[in-house]
């Protein structure tokens, strides 16, 4: 369940009368639980409380019900129940109908309400349901329940009028949806007057069996559109003369509504039953963006983006600048005037804006400051001279953008009350604005710079002020001419195997004159990409941070995307590195983005973030950040053919191609019934990476060229023989084809003469290590392996090491959380000092340990002992002291960290490279 769906089984549960048997089971169904579970614990099974009348769920919830006014003390109870801490209850729960207590066990917090108002309180449980909640959410579940109920009238509407379903009619069913949002707001907040006009009106207008909702709806929004003046030529009725003139063009054109089943007119009287008051114009946005997609309707609102995530792209790129501007002219009106005019000027651009929560807390940041400057200015309350047209946008999809625009009139009236008081904010509300600055398109086909042209020069000198302060050339210190231009947002991600037809060619588009690898980039890629056109093009000085995926700054996806940025005089101004990027849905594993930031000024210090795995945020202040998100000169990993760094070669491996016929599992060999003697000259034992980390058994028919005849004599191989053939020769490859002529051995016959050392292809990041291991010459080695043949046994100990784990993390591709080995990116390019006789055989005896440390568990296979939970201490010990005798060669002590390892790795790279490039031009 999601959390719209939850607030919904909450409040009918709170709206039924009380009943005290059943009260526990049905909060908990509400929260999810499935039957089986329900009837575990009525059963008793499951249930773990010590207290009568009370059900006690391990790890989550103990719940009493309990006489009249004894709630306090039930909570007390249950708080000092044995059984509440040996089940780990995370929450404790009292009501007796009529008043519901319950607290948070591991943050203290408590709520405290009346029965049928506990609804309101969903959010404060929403971790019962394995969703991490959000503060805004917490503490303001309006959006919410607002959501809900405008999904369930929506849903009802399109039922009623399946022709608005169409996809010519979308529009002005989402349309519709924007305009009765604003009037639900408009009501509650006496922009509308009295309060709840708009929903009394349709419930005493409209019949109760709904058959003329729709024209009692439609005739108001007709009144919205007619001007005060136009108001003595028309015929309005008296109910709807009451309604102001709104327009904006929210209200113009058709005013037709969809018709009204019964259902749905009961819907939309409970929507404007809630207080649309408190609507958070962030939160709400991108809850309800999902409302009208019919792919999306199912995660309702789960991929809302927190307030402090967009502060994350937002901080950086601007609002820190101006609130330590603001610090440094607090004593100085002058300045404080000056930088209230730049703030006026700040344009923010967000090409994929959603429903606009990026524009929307950036308008709400910069009327913060604007307000404090008032303030320090003896001016509060002061009408705002930052215009709502300063925040662009793009957006797709015709609802979130109609709603981005919602939004942000919202904020801007929800900010005056909150800044220069009601009055004045209702003089200045309506008619609502006509222009349009949010654009309804597609931002990889559409030219920026006629959306956000660049901004001429303008303030320097500030008259208005001169009569106060004598103006000093030293004050005049802002260095914004023309205007800023932001650019941000959170766009869409979308891998390469993930996008349309329609996406790939907007990236063609975006990266034809650029780069021939264009394919391989994520979507939002694009977004940077014409982003630092605009810069180039544009001539201005532009700043630009974006959420992508970590992707983008890890493997081949770097040297495809990033010299393109930096041929337009860009560079990299912040960062934050990987992170989870947590939305509302249950159980969400969340994305790992990145945000960077970049810029076409020249800067001198770029700031790195980090977020550890407690939370905590970490800021560097660096001179140069690369494209891996690494300090360190801006260098990229290069596929590189052969070894850089005098490593032997790393090989493919048996590349198959033979339709699995020469590869046999345990039975089907069984099968074959070979003698002795034949299976110990045809059939080796056989390697692919699932063998080699789960202890598979599979094996091969392995043939040399000389035993050919030899092994057509035997019938059942000679079959398997005939069977590659035949594969091959039905093959589109051509190559593949004219591998038949030799179907008795695979693609590329590859085995080792005494040893070989196996390196999985893919596999999981979760290892603290990468999986190598050795293997002796009986041994094939399938192609989802990396093989090094005959090679010293000390290339284990670098590809064992934490260091060589990161730079394979860093460098190379990354499919979800598994790493995927590469020869070219990772093994060739790994920056190694030169290796003495005597390093070579301590990190060969740091090999040996590691084996011997794997032996002493046998039969344990790889994913055994490299389970995170469960490594062997012996085995974890051997690592540790390879990496200390590795890392020693490196700089003669342990690194600190990972990124002190990259930071290391990626200063050798360069002099490696360097010293190549030198060779090269010798
Ligand atoms: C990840 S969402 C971010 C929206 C918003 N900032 C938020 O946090 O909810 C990306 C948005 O980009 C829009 N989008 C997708 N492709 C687009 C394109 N080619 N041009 C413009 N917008 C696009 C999607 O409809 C979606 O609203």
Redesign the pocket.
């Known amino acids: 369940m999601n959390a719209v769906e939850i607030e919904a089984a909450v409040s009918e549960l709170a709206a039924k009368p009380f009943d005290a048997q059943e009260f526990a089971f049905e909060f908990l169904r509400a929260f999810g639980n499935k039957e089986t579970t329900i009837k575990k614990l009525r059963a008793g099974q499951s249930n773990l409380s010590d207290i009568q009348n009370s059900v006690l769920q391990r790890n989550h919830i103990h719940i009493a019900v309990c006489d009249k006014d004894l709630v306090s003390q039930k909570l007390k109870a249950l708080r000092e129940s044995k059984a509440t801490e040996k089940a780990k209850a995370k929450f404790i729960l009292a009501t007796d109908g009529f008043n519901l207590q319950a607290e948070d066990l591991i943050s203290g917090e408590t709520i405290s309400s009346e029965f049928p108002d506990f609804a309101e309180h969903f959010g404060f449980f929403l971790p019962l349901a394995g969703i991490s909640t959000i503060r805004e959410i917490k503490d303001n579940p309006i959006d919410v329940r607002a959501t809900g109920r405008l999904n369930k009238l929506y849903i009802e509407l399109l039922k009623e009028n399946p022709d608005w379903a169409t996809e010519e009619r979308r529009q002005d069913m989402n349309h519709f949806m924007a305009r009765l949002i604003f009037c639900f707001f408009a009501e509650d907040t006496e922009i509308f007057q009295p309060s709840g006009v708009f929903t009394q009106t349709i419930e005493q207008m409209s019949e109760r069996d709904s058959s003329n909702t729709h024209e009692v709806i439609s005739t108001l929004f007709h009144a919205m559109n007619v001007d005060h003046l136009e108001r003595e030529n028309i015929q309005l009725p008296v109910w709807a003369k009451k309604f102001p003139y709104v327009n904006g063009g929210l209200f113009s054109g058709s005013t037709e509504v969809p018709r009204f089943s019964k259902i749905a007119r009961t819907y939309l009287l409970h929507a404007g039953e809630l207080n649309w008051q408190k609507i958070n114009p962030d939160i709400f946005?991108?809850m309800i963006?999902a409302v009208t997609?019919d792919d999306e309707r199912g995660s309702l609102g789960m991929?809302?983006?927190s307030v402090p995530?967009?502060l994350k792209v937002l901080n950086p790129l601007f609002l820190d600048d101006l609130n330590e501007q603001l610090e440094a002219s607090k004593e100085s009106p002058l300045k404080l005037l000056n930088l209230r005019k730049r703030i006026a000027r700040i344009r923010v651009f967000?090409?994929?804006?959603?429903?606009?929560?990026?524009l929307v807390i950036a308008y709400k940041e910069l009327r913060k400051i604007e307000a404090q400057i008032n303030e320090l200015r003896n001016e509060k309350g002061r009408e705002t001279d930052i215009p709502l047209t300063n925040f662009r946008g793009?957006?797709?999809?015709s609802f979130?953008a109609e709603i981005a625009r919602l939004a942000l009139v919202i904020a801007e009236y929800q900010s005056n009350v909150h800044y220069c008081g009601q009055i004045e904010a209702l003089q200045t509300v309506l008619p609502l604005s006509k222009e349009n600055w949010i654009i309804c398109?597609?931002?990889?086909?559409?030219d920026w710079l006629s959306i956000c042209p660049p901004t001429g020069n303008a303030v320097k000198v500030v008259a208005d002020d001169l009569f106060e302060t004598p103006l000093e050339q030293t004050e005049i210190d802002f260095e914004n001419e023309g205007g800023e231009t932001y650019i941000c947002?959170?766009?869409?991600?979308?891998g390469s195997t993930w996008q349309s037809k329609e996406?790939k060619d907007?990236l063609e588009k975006v990266f034809s004159s650029t780069t021939k690898n264009w394919k391989a980039l994520d979507?939002v890629a694009?977004w940077f990409m014409k982003a630092a056109n605009y810069g180039a093009l544009s001539g201005q000085k532009c700043n630009i941070a974006f959420?992508a995926t970590n992707s983008l700054c890890q493997g081949q996806q770097v040297p495809f995307l990033w010299p393109s940025i930096f041929n337009k005089n860009f560079q990299i101004s912040f960062a934050y590195k990987s992170f989870k990027w947590a939305n509302l849905a249950s159980h969400n594993a969340g994305v790992i983005v990145v945000i960077v930031g970049i810029t076409n000024e020249v800067k001198q210090k770029k700031y790195l973030y980090e977020i550890d795995f407690t939370g905590g945020l970490s800021c560097k202040i660096v001179p140069n950040i690369n494209p891996y998100l690494i300090v360190s000169d801006t260098v990229i990993v290069d596929k590189a053919m052969k070894p850089l760094n005098d490593l032997p070669v790393i090989d493919f491996s048996n590349k198959a191609d033979d339709g699995g016929f020469l590869t046999l599992t345990s039975s089907e060999l069984a099968d074959l019934k070979l003698q002795k003697l034949e299976r110990k000259k045809f059939i080796k034992p056989f390697y692919g990476s699932k063998e080699f980390i789960n202890g598979e058994t599979r094996y091969c028919i392995w043939i040399e060229d000389q035993d050919l005849t030899d092994a057509m004599t035997i019938p059942v191989i000679n079959e398997r023989i005939e069977m590659v053939k035949h594969a091959r020769l039905s093959s589109k490859d051509a190559y593949a084809r004219s591998l038949a002529i030799r179907s008795h051995q695979f693609k590329t016959p590859r085995k080792a003469e005494k040893t070989v050392i196996v390196t999985p292809r893919v596999s999981s990041e979760n290892r603290p290590y990468l999986p190598v291991g050795l293997l002796d010459n009986s041994s094939i080695i399938g192609d989802r392996n990396f093989a090094l043949y005959d090679a010293p046994l000390w290339c284990i100990s670098l590809i064992a090491s934490r260091l060589h784990w990161v730079w394979i993390g860093t460098v190379c591709v990354r499919l979800g959380l598994s790493f995927s080995y590469s020869n070219t990116l990772g093994w060739n390019t790994f920056p190694l000092p030169k290796l003495t006789e005597k390093n070579k055989a301590d990190l060969t005896r740091c090999t040996e340990n590691i084996l011997l440390a794997r032996e002493a568990h046998f039969p344990a296979t790889i994913a055994d002992l490299y389970d995170p939970e469960k490594m062997p201490e012996n085995l974890r010990k051997a690592h540790e002291e390879n990496d200390e005798v590795l890392e020693r060669i490196y700089i003669g002590r342990r690194f600190k960290n990972d990124t002190e390892r990259l930071e290391k790795l990626f200063s050798m790279y360069t002099e490696m490279t360097a010293k190549q490039a030198g060779k090269k031009k010798a």
Do not use: K, M, W
């Not at 398109?441 to 559409?446: D, I, M, T, V």
């Open positions: 946005g991108s963006q997609n991929h809302y983006t995530n967009i967000d090409p994929a804006c959603g429903s606009g929560n990026f793009i957006e797709i999809n979130p398109g597609n931002a990889l086909r559409l947002g959170n766009p869409p991600y979308l996406q907007d979507y694009g959420v």
